[in-house]
């Protein structure tokens, strides 16, 4: 199956900084998704981005689906940021394989 | 207007019982997942299912059964509870024709 790697696997942050998440998958892939798990546990979806650029607010992500990789921007952190970041993907079979996450600490 | 709900969000329950999670969308999807995050913060499929076919991942217990009475309900029952059962059961739905999927708001089983 497809491999999803992320980094780094935990940051501090102090407010108002900016900040990059990376995302590696091992294969081509129909979907690419951001999560934010805030601390309550909630899966908040960010962005499907299987290619391109999006932007939502503070938020902005970019799939580079060619060099198998999706970055997550953050800009002028808040600590309502805070919580784990993930990155999920999948390929022809539409279960999501996801990465072991971002701690992001603001 | 919740898009993907579940009930119980916390369930808390002995070993060896029997118990159910369930899990309704209004958002007129065709095909619904249940995944488990384990202590570590990991998430992984458990199940994918529409109206043809059942999905399952092969690591899951034969204890665990998904229940689709229609498109909009996939139910998870778990017989003989283990203390290895214990973590957040995230159901999540989406279209055939689109890839993206959207999560309930998960529930918490500990098995004491």
């Known amino acids: 199956g497809i491999q999803v790697e992320q980094s780094p696997p935990d940051l501090i942050l102090q407010e108002g900084a900016n900040s990059t998440l990376r995302c590696n998958f091992s294969?081509?892939?129909?979907?690419l998704q951001w999560f934010h798990q805030n601390p309550w546990g909630q899966l908040i979806n960010l962005f499907y981005?299987?290619?391109g650029t999006k932007q939502n607010g503070r938020l902005s992500a970019t799939t580079v689906a060619t060099e198998r990789y999706s970055l997550l921007y953050i800009s002028s952190s808040q600590t309502t940021d805070s919580g784990v970041y993930f990155c999920?993907?999948?390929?022809?079979?539409?279960?999501?394989?996801f990465g072991s996450g971002t701690q992001l600490t603001v | 207007d919740t898009a993907v709900s579940q009930t119980p969000k916390y369930l808390v329950t002995q070993m060896g019982n029997d118990k159910s999670i369930k899990c309704e969308q209004n958002?007129?999807?065709?095909?619904m997942y249940w995944y488990k995050q384990d202590s570590k913060k990991f998430l992984k499929i458990m199940f994918s299912?529409?109206?043809?076919?059942?999905?399952i991942n092969e690591t899951v217990p034969n204890r665990f059964s998904p229940k689709s009475p229609d498109k909009a309900h996939l139910n998870l029952h778990i017989n003989s509870l283990e203390l290895g059962d214990s973590a957040v059961y995230f159901c999540?739905?989406?279209?055939?024709?689109?890839?993206?999927?959207?999560f309930g708001p998960g529930t918490r089983l500990t098995v004491t």
């Open positions: 999540a739905s989406g279209r055939a024709s689109v890839y993206e999927q959207y």
């Open positions: 294969d081509s892939v129909n979907n």
């Open positions: 981005i299987p290619s």
């Open positions: 999920a993907v999948s390929g022809s079979a539409r279960q999501l394989t």
């Open positions: 958002l007129g999807h065709d095909t």
């Open positions: 299912y529409n109206n043809k076919e059942l999905i």
